[in-house]
């Protein structure tokens, strides 16, 4: 166990729904990260928060939106779902200044978008 | 732009030693990770270099040289169990929080 919990671990969904994702980060950790990463893709970033406040964008699209909440868990939202959004998305956790050991990930939610 | 390449595939055998190869370009360079991935599992960190050299780990090792955007990753004594990909990420600004960017990462299969 890494510390960071996601859930659900898989999710099958329509096309065209909505579906949220959780992620709480590992104790201390005030950052979170969301990544993508498809069939033969690398990991994509989407969208880091640091203590409740949206810090990075990446590329995210227009129908993907997050929130980190004040006791620091953090949520995807993905709509209008569409075949392509099928991946895995990973939350990921850091600590603060402490930049050696980078992140710690959680155990990935598997979408399929049918 | 951030670029990071790597080989797509690798093999080796048992008991061998192999080496995975990263470059990249990015603006700004504060670091560069090499994390382990097996099918379906999340990434787990390997290594970290910010400054050029070698850092020593057990059987696996990390090399950089800043001048060259250049990496890589040894693993020594091989073992079936180190079939997985191996990601290689850079955090391109001056910052211990920016986003880090990974490449499409290496497969390797360990053979007998």
């Known amino acids: 166990d890494s510390g960071v919990t996601q859930t659900p671990k898989h999710l099958i969904t329509a096309t065209g729904q909505r579906v949220t994702l959780r992620c709480s980060p590992r104790s201390g950790d005030l950052s979170v990260y969301w990544y993508q990463q498809s069939l033969d893709q690398g990991l994509q970033f989407l969208i880091q928060?640091?203590?409740?406040?949206?810090?990075a964008k990446g590329n995210i699209l227009e129908r993907f939106s997050a929130q980190q909440f004040p006791d620091l868990h953090s949520e995807l939202n993905l709509s209008s779902l569409e075949l392509g959004d099928s991946a895995l998305y990973f939350c990921?956790?850091?600590?603060?200044?402490?930049?050696?050991?980078?992140?710690?990930f959680g155990s990935g939610t598997r979408l399929t978008v049918v | 732009g951030q670029n990071i390449d790597q080989p797509t595939e690798m093999t080796a055998t048992e008991g061998a030693i192999v080496q995975i190869n990263c470059t990249y370009q990015?603006?700004?360079?504060?670091?560069l990770f090499w994390y382990q991935q097996h099918a379906g599992e999340a990434p787990t960190f390997l290594s970290y270099n910010v400054l050029d050299g070698l850092e020593e780990k057990g059987r696996f090792s990390s090399f950089l040289s800043r001048s060259k955007g250049y990496s890589y990753l040894l693993l020594k004594e091989l073992q079936m169990k180190d079939s997985a990909s191996y990601l290689c990420?850079?955090?391109?600004?001056?910052?211990?929080?920016?986003?880090?960017?990974f490449g499409k990462g290496t497969r390797l299969s360990v053979i007998a």
């Open positions: 928060y640091y203590n409740g406040e949206e810090r």
């Open positions: 990015t603006s700004g360079f504060n670091g």
């Open positions: 990420a850079v955090r391109p600004l001056n910052s211990g929080n920016t986003p880090l960017v």
């Open positions: 990921a956790s850091s600590e603060k200044k402490t930049g050696s050991y980078g992140y710690t």
